[in-house]
C-alpha cells in the first residue's frame, strides 16, 4: 500500500504481467490534490485509488474532480453516492486488494467502462471479464484451498405459482441457503421468461424460502466449469440479470436474511426491493479472485453508485438493512 502525496505514482504492470502498485492511497488529512495529482490519479489505471478523509468534503469542482479519480472514498460525507465507510475500513480493504490484485483492478476497469453503456452491453462485459479470472491464478488459489461437498440430487430450485394478472417466483432450495447453482438459475430464467412471453402478467414476485434470501452462488460448483470460453456464452445466454433487467418496473423483489453475492445482485434489477430488516448483503467474489458475476457490476453501481460498489466488493464486508436503505440498495424496509 502507498499513501501518496505527489504525483509520482508507480503504475502500469511488473514482469509477470501483474499490478505494479494495486493500491494506492490518498490520506486528504495530509494532502490537498491539487489538479496535478488528480491527473495522476486518473492516469493510475492499473491500480485502485483510495481517498480517506475524517472530515466531510465540500461539494465543490475540485471535489467532484478528485471523485471521478477515486474508486473508492473512505469519509463521513461527500457529493452524490462517492462515500462509504471510514478509515477503519482500510485495513481490510488493503488485504483484499493485496491477496487479489487482478481480480481487484479486473473490477475498478469493469465498473468504470460498465458506467457509459447500456446495461445490456455491461452485463457482457462483466461476463466475459468474470469468465477470464475463474482461468486466473487468484481463484485457482482459492479453489485450491476449498473441500467440496457432495452433490444435490434434490430437483427442486425454483417454485411458480400464477394468480389473476401476478407471478410469484420463490427460491426454493433452503436446505442450501437458496445457494444459486446451474440448475436454479436456468429454473429461474426460465420463470422470469414466462413473464417475457406473456404480456397479461402484469407484476412479477422473487421471494425466498427459509431464513435467507439467498447465500449467492453455490461455491461447490465454482470452478467446475471445462471451458470457460464456453461458460461465458452459457452465462450470457441464460443471465437472469438480463431477464430481470428487462421486466422494468414489473419486477419486484422482497430480501430476507442473508443476500450474497447473486442474493444482491439479482434483486439489484428490480424496480422495488423490499428488505426486512434482519437483511443483510455482501459482494465476496474479489477475495475470491473474481468480480461479480450475476450482473452486481451492472444492477448494483446503477442504484448505489461505482464507488460503494467497489466498497462492498473490496471490502467483502456486510451491509445492513439501514444502510441498504440509506444507499439505496433497497427501496423499502419491512416488518419480517
Request: with cysteine.
Amino acid at each position: 500500500m502507498a499513501v501518496t502525496t505527489t504525483v509520482d505514482l508507480r503504475g502500469g504492470l511488473d514482469a509477470s504481467g501483474r499490478p505494479r502498485q494495486p493500491l494506492v492511497v490518498v490520506d486528504l488529512a495530509r494532502v490537498a490534490p491539487d489538479g496535478n495529482l488528480v491527473a495522476a490519479l486518473a492516469r493510475h489505471r492499473d491500480g485502485i485509488v483510495v481517498g480517506v478523509s475524517d472530515e466531510a468534503l465540500p461539494d465543490a469542482p475540485a471535489t467532484r474532480a478528485l471523485l471521478d479519480a477515486l474508486d473508492v472514498l473512505l469519509a463521513p460525507s461527500a457529493p452524490g453516492t462517492a462515500h462509504a465507510g471510514g478509515r477503519a475500513d482500510l485495513a481490510t480493504l488493503t488485504a483484499v486488494v493485496e491477496a487479489a490484485p487482478v481480480a481487484a483492478v479486473t473490477l475498478k476497469r469493469v465498473l468504470r467502462a460498465g458506467e457509459g453503456i447500456a446495461a445490456d452491453a455491461a452485463l457482457t462485459l462483466e461476463s466475459l471479464a468474470y469468465s477470464t479470472l475463474l482461468a486466473g491464478a487468484e481463484f485457482q488459489r482459492w479453489l485450491a484451498d476449498r473441500d467440496r461437498r457432495g452433490g444435490d440430487d434434490r430437483p427442486e430450485r425454483v417454485e411458480v405459482a400464477r394468480s389473476d394478472a401476478g407471478l410469484t417466483i420463490r427460491l426454493a432450495r433452503p436446505w442450501r441457503r437458496n445457494a444459486v447453482d446451474a440448475a436454479m438459475r436456468d429454473a429461474l430464467h426460465d420463470a422470469l421468461e414466462i413473464a417475457h412471453l406473456d404480456p397479461s402478467v402484469e407484476e412479477v414476485v422473487l421471494r425466498g424460502d427459509g431464513p435467507d434470501f439467498s447465500a449467492g452462488g453455490d461455491l461447490d460448483e465454482f470452478g467446475s466449469a471445462g471451458d470457460v470460453a464456453v461458460a461465458a456464452l452459457v452465462r450470457t445466454s441464460h443471465s437472469v440479470a438480463r431477464s430481470a433487467h428487462e421486466l422494468g418496473p414489473r419486477l419486484r423483489c422482497e430480501v430476507h436474511g442473508a443476500c450474497v453475492g447473486a442474493g444482491v445482485e439479482i434483486p439489484s434489477f428490480a424496480s422495488h426491493v423490499t428488505a426486512t430488516a434482519d437483511a443483510w448483503f455482501q459482494l465476496p467474489e474479489v477475495r475470491m479472485g473474481l468480480v461479480p458475476g450475476a450482473g452486481g457490476t451492472v444492477g448494483i453501481p446503477r442504484r448505489i453508485g461505482r464507488w460503494r460498489t467497489a466498497y462492498m466488493a473490496l471490502t467483502a464486508g456486510r451491509i445492513d438493512a439501514a444502510t441498504a436503505l440509506a444507499w439505496g440498495l433497497v427501496d423499502e424496509r419491512t416488518v419480517p
